[in-house]
Nanobody, 121 residues
């Protein structure tokens, strides 16, 4: 069983910055792509940033140029640096990962418990 634990959320003023962390722990065989989703009240969960084991990244248009995803494969950890935050960035942010239990089983999606980010003056 692999656990994903996020940290770093909180309340920040518009224009401010936050850095989220997500660490995977437990019986880890292999972790492949990792990413961040967010879900605002009344809206669907959306993928905002993802990173491969090789470091290739992709971003939603809504955060491109403001958010940066990074990764340490040795530590099974990813970060999301969020700059120039806007009220519309307010949401619960979830970490996700493609996880393998062995070479013979399909990958499955692991999820963190979520961390609240509130952007408000």
């Amino acid at each position: 069983q692999v656990q994903l634990v996020e940290s770093g959320g909180g309340l920040v003023q518009p224009g401010g910055s936050l850095r989220l962390s997500c660490a995977a722990s437990g019986s880890i065989f292999s972790i492949y792509g990792m990413g961040w989703y967010r879900q605002a009240p009344g809206k669907q969960r959306e993928l905002i940033a993802a990173i491969t084991t090789g470091g290739s990244t992709t971003y939603a248009d809504s955060v491109k140029g403001r958010f940066t995803i990074s990764r340490d494969n040795a530590k099974n950890t990813i970060w999301l640096q969020m700059n120039s935050l806007k009220p519309e960035d307010t949401a619960v942010y979830y970490c996700t990962a493609k996880i393998a239990n062995s070479d013979y089983e399909p990958l499955y999606d692991g999820w963190g418990q979520g961390t609240q980010v509130t952007v408000s003056s």
